[in-house]
C-alpha cells in the first residue's frame, strides 16, 4: 500500500512537471517586449517603402530611368560575379585544409579566416597601394623586367577586393561541415573505383550544399551593401549612387533605396526556397573524415593557398604597415608633419570601442526577449519577430542609414528627441547587426535545461527570480559570445557611422576612410593598423579560437 501511494505521488508529481514545462506559456510582458522588438527591427525598411510613395513622387517613373537602371546592374553583375568567384574560392580552399594533407595546415587555418578583419574600404585602399602603378607589387615586379602593374580600378577592382575580403563567409562554415562530415560514404565510393574529383561531386557537395548555399548568400548581401570598396574603386553601384544622390536628389536616392531593398528581399526568399528544396546533410560522424592524399598535385595546392593568403592578408598588412612607417619616419626626420596626432588616434579608438561596446549589448538585449519566446516558449509571436529580425541581416546599412536620416529630418518630434544624438546611432547600429546576435542567443537560450526551471518553480521563485538565477548565469557565455559578434562587426561598420554619428564624434572607420579620401595616407595607414589590431584580437576570439574547437 505504501509502496503504490509513493508510486502514485511520483506519478503525480511527472504529471505536474510536465504540465508545468509544456502548459506555462510566456507571459504578456515578454511577448510585448517582443513584438516592441520586432518594430523596431522592421521600421527603417518600413519607412524607406513609404517615403517613395508619400508626398506624391513617383517611384514607379525613377525606378526605369537611367539614373537607377545602370547602378542596378552594376551592383548585379558586382554580387554575382564575387558570389560565384567566393563560392569557389571559399570551397576549394575548405576542401584542401579539411580533407587533404596540405603542408602547414594548421598555419593555413589560422591565416585564412584573417580577411574578416579588414573593413573592405581598408582592403581596397591597401590593394591598391599595393597592386596598382607605382605600388609595392610595381617596386618588387620591376626587379624582374616588368615596369607597370595594371591599374586596380573599376569593377576589376571592386570584384577582386570584395572576393578576397569575403571568401571566408564560404570558408568557414564549409570547412566546419567537412571536418563533421562521416567517412563511411566516401570511403564506400572510393572502393567502387570512383576519383577523389567524382567523390567530391557525388558526395561532399550535396552534403556541404547548405553551407555552401548560406555563406554565399552572405557574401551576394555583403557586395549588394558594400560602400567603401566601391567607393574607392570608382564603380558606380546602388550603394554609391545612394550615398551621391542622398542630398542632390533625394528621390532618387528613395528609388534606389527601394530597389535594393527589393533586390535583397528577394535574394533572401529565394534562397529560403532552395535550401529547402537541398538533401537533408548526415548528421553525427561516422569515425575520421577522410583525407585524400595529393601527391604530385602538393606543390600546386600549397602554392595556391599561399598565393591567397599573399593576397588577402600579406599584401594589406605590408600595405598598411608601409603607410604607417612611411608616415612616422617622415615627421621624426623633419618632413611633413602628420595632420592627426595621437591624442586625436586614441580618441577615434576609445570612441569606436565605447559605441561597439553599448552597441553589442543593446542589440543582445533587444533580441534576448524573441529568443526566449522561440526558444522556450515555442510562441507564434516569437516565430513571427523571429523571422523579422534575420530578415533585417539583408538590409544594407546604407538603408538604414538613409532612413533614419529622412526620419528625423521629416519629423519634428524625432528631429527634436534624437537628431544629432548616439542613441539614434546606437538604434542604427542595433537594426544592423542585432540578427547578428539573435542566432547565438536563441541557442542560449536553449541550452538552459528546463528541469532547473522547473526544480525553481517549485521552491517558489517567480520568473523574474528565475531568470536571474538560473536563465542569467547558464546563458551569459552565450549572451557574451552574441554581443562579441556584433561588436566586431560595429567597429567596421562605414555608411552608418559615417552618415548619422553626430556632429564631432569620429570612429576610426570614419577617420580612415575620410583620410583615404583627402589623400593623408600615412594618417589612414596608422589608424587603419590600430583598427585591423583589435578587429585581430576579437576575430581570433570569435571565430578562429572557436573554428580551432570544433
Known sequence: MVG?????????????????????????????????????????????VYRNFAAGSDPAGLLISDRTIGPLWRSLQLAVSVSAAALGLGTGLAWLTSRTDLPLLRLWRILLPLPLVFPTFVGAAALIHALNPGGLANDLMSSFGIDRTPELRGFRGAWLVLTLMTYPYVYLPVAARLRQLPGTLEESA??????????????????TASAMGAGTLLVFLYTLSDFGAVQLMRYDTLTRAIATNQLANPPVALALSLILLVLAALVVVGERGFSQRLPDAA????????????????????????????????????????????????????????????????????????????????????VLPI?????????????????????????????????IRFWTLRSDIAFELFNDTMALLIFAYMVRFGSLAMGVTLVAVRGV?????????????????????????????????????????????????????????????????????????????????????????????LVIRRDHLL
Not at 514545462?21 to 518600413?46: D, E, Q
Not at 526558444?375 to 538613409?402: M, Q
Request: net charge positive; hydrophobic share 55%; aromatic share 8%.
Open 4 to 48: 503504490s501511494n509513493s508510486l502514485r505521488h511520483a506519478q503525480g508529481v511527472t504529471v505536474a512537471l510536465t504540465g508545468m514545462t509544456h502548459c506555462s506559456g510566456a507571459s504578456v510582458t515578454l511577448r510585448i517586449l517582443g513584438l516592441a522588438a520586432a518594430a523596431i527591427f522592421a521600421f527603417p525598411g518600413v519607412y524607406l
Open 190 to 207: 572510393r572502393v567502387l573505383g570512383d576519383t577523389a574529383l567524382k567523390v567530391f561531386g557525388r558526395v561532399c557537395i550535396p552534403q
Open 283 to 366: 548528421s553525427g560522424r561516422s569515425g575520421q573524415p577522410m583525407i585524400y592524399p595529393l601527391g604530385r598535385w602538393r606543390a600546386a595546392a600549397t602554392g595556391f593557398v599561399a598565393l591567397t593568403v599573399a593576397c588577402a592578408v600579406g599584401a594589406p598588412l605590408l600595405a598598411l604597415g608601409d603607410w604607417a612607417a612611411r608616415g612616422l619616419l617622415r615627421s621624426a626626420t623633419g618632413g611633413r608633419e602628420l595632420t592627426i596626432d595621437f591624442p586625436k588616434v586614441y580618441e577615434a579608438t576609445v570612441n569606436t570601442v565605447g559605441v561597439s561596446v553599448v552597441a553589442a549589448l543593446v542589440s543582445t538585449a533587444a
Open 371 to 403: 529568443a526566449l519566446l522561440v526558444g522556450r516558449y515555442r510562441s507564434r509571436v516569437g516565430s513571427f519577430a523571429h523571422a523579422l529580425v534575420v530578415s533585417t541581416f539583408a538590409l544594407p546599412g546604407i538603408l538604414i542609414a538613409l532612413s
Open 449 to 541: 535545461p528546463q528541469r532547473l526551471h522547473d526544480s525553481a518553480q517549485i521552491l517558489g521563485a517567480g520568473r523574474l527570480r528565475r531568470f536571474l538565477a538560473v536563465d542569467l548565469p547558464m546563458m551569459a557565455p552565450g549572451l557574451l559570445a552574441g554581443a562579441g559578434l556584433v561588436l566586431l562587426s560595429v567597429m567596421k561598420e562605414l555608411p552608418i557611422s559615417l552618415f548619422v554619428s553626430p556632429l564631432g564624434f569620429s570612429t576610426l572607420a570614419t577617420r580612415i576612410f575620410s583620410s583615404f579620401e583627402d589623400a593623408f595616407i600615412a594618417e589612414a595607414g596608422i589608424m587603419a593598423v590600430v583598427l585591423v589590431a583589435l578587429s585581430f584580437v576579437l576575430t581570433w576570439f
